[in-house]
């Protein structure tokens, strides 16, 4: 069974948007990869991260200018920071197919497999990349820098080299753990970009849009309420924001107030610093 998947496929572009043309996804993958997600899927609806957002979007406007891929970009940051999210905004942005690789147990058979199928232009997005087997990643040192593979047939006397041309594709690798990066790798990477925990008034921002995506009305002291014991990550404020959603529809009409929002978190034993009795 193989360890990679397309996440969507675009059709022809259409007009619209601030950063150039957009695509409407129709496929199947695409439709689950954002339907009833609360990520932003372009960079004008992206909040925070503002020196990574700047660099990635000039790297964008060169690479249309150019009609080329983007280099390839290193994400490195903690958990639930949207490392998933920017690599999947990149790729609309570039009006690209997306293409996510799973590294647990990862072949070269499987690498080479999915760098054959990437289009021009395609991104090819590995999450904890530093968990790739040394034989595997040593493949992608000659598909990153001079999209060409050679591969070996045959053992012995017998044996001989092929080496099969790539489309240029740009590589999105993410890690937790940006000192686990071999030089050789890191070395390849044209950008580097680190996502950093967020401040309570920006995940206060995030609460609420994710709130009107999902039709709530919350006041804004209960958005920074549950920002304020989200530990400044994004994923653990969207998740206590469903939680209180779920307390509001119950015990209260369903307008998320901070008398609410204290007592569902509360009862889901968060504390003021966002611990809870696991931690």
Same mark, same amino acid.
């Given at each position: 069974?193989?360890?990679? %998947?397309? %996440?969507?496929?675009?059709?022809?572009?259409?007009?619209? $948007?601030?950063?150039?043309?957009? *695509?409407?996804?129709?496929?199947?993958?695409?439709?689950?990869?954002?339907?009833?997600?609360?990520?932003? @899927?372009?960079?004008?609806?992206? #909040?925070?991260?503002?020196?990574?957002? +700047?660099?990635?979007?000039?790297?964008?406007?060169?690479?249309?200018?150019?009609?080329?891929?983007?280099?390839?970009?290193?994400?490195? $940051?903690?958990?639930?920071? $949207?490392?998933? +999210?920017?690599?999947?905004?990149?790729? *609309?942005?570039?009006?690209?197919?997306?293409?996510?690789?799973?590294? +647990?147990?990862? %072949?070269?058979?499987?690498?080479?497999?999915?760098?054959?199928?990437?289009?021009?232009?395609?991104?090819?997005?590995?999450?904890?990349?530093?968990?790739?087997?040394? /034989?595997?990643?040593?493949?992608?040192?000659?598909? !990153?820098?001079?999209?060409?593979?050679?591969?070996?047939?045959?053992? $012995?006397?017998? =044996? @001989?080299?092929?080496?099969?041309?790539?489309?240029?594709?740009?590589?999105?690798?993410?890690?937790?753990?940006?000192?686990?990066?071999?030089?050789?790798? @890191?070395?390849?990477?044209? &950008? %580097?970009?680190?996502?950093?925990?967020?401040?309570?008034?920006?995940?206060?921002? /995030?609460?609420?849009?994710? =709130?009107?995506?999902?039709?709530?009305? #919350?006041?804004?002291?209960?958005?920074?309420?549950?920002?304020?014991?989200?530990?400044?990550?994004?994923?653990?404020? *969207?998740?206590?924001?469903?939680?209180?959603?779920?307390?509001? !529809?119950?015990?209260?009409?369903?307008? /998320?107030? &901070?008398?609410?929002?204290?007592?569902?978190?509360?009862?889901?034993?968060?504390?003021?610093?966002?611990?809870?009795? !696991?931690?």
């Amino acid at each position: 069974k193989p360890s990679y %998947t397309p %996440t969507y496929t675009p059709p022809s572009p259409v007009s619209g $948007g601030s950063s150039g043309a957009k *695509n409407s996804y129709n496929g199947q993958k695409g439709a689950e990869a954002f339907t009833g997600s609360l990520s932003p @899927r372009w960079l004008s609806d992206y #909040i925070g991260q503002p020196q990574a957002v +700047t660099a990635v979007k000039d790297l964008i406007d060169a690479a249309r200018l150019k009609d080329s891929a983007l280099p390839h970009i290193i994400l490195y $940051g903690s958990h639930g920071l $949207g490392k998933s +999210t920017f690599s999947k905004i990149i790729a *609309n942005e570039m009006g690209s197919n997306f293409f996510e690789m799973n590294v +647990t147990n990862a %072949t070269p058979a499987e690498m080479i497999a999915i760098l054959k199928q990437l289009g021009p232009r395609d991104i090819l997005f590995i999450d904890e990349i530093h968990r790739l087997s040394p /034989i595997v990643e040593e493949y992608l040192y000659s598909a !990153m820098e001079d999209f060409k593979i050679d591969i070996v047939l045959d053992k $012995g006397p017998a =044996a @001989r080299s092929i080496q099969i041309e790539l489309a240029p594709f740009t590589l999105v690798g993410a890690t937790t753990r940006s000192g686990l990066l071999t030089s050789p790798l @890191r070395a390849r990477f044209g &950008i %580097t970009c680190h996502l950093e925990y967020y401040d309570a008034p920006v995940l206060a921002n /995030i609460v609420k849009r994710s =709130a009107s995506i999902l039709d709530i009305s #919350i006041d804004d002291d209960a958005a920074l309420e549950i920002a304020l014991r989200s530990r400044g990550t994004p994923r653990i404020a *969207n998740a206590l924001l469903r939680r209180v959603r779920d307390f509001a !529809m119950v015990e209260g009409e369903g307008h /998320i107030d &901070i008398d609410i929002t204290r007592v569902a978190l509360a009862a889901l034993n968060i504390d003021a610093r966002g611990l809870d009795q !696991m931690d």
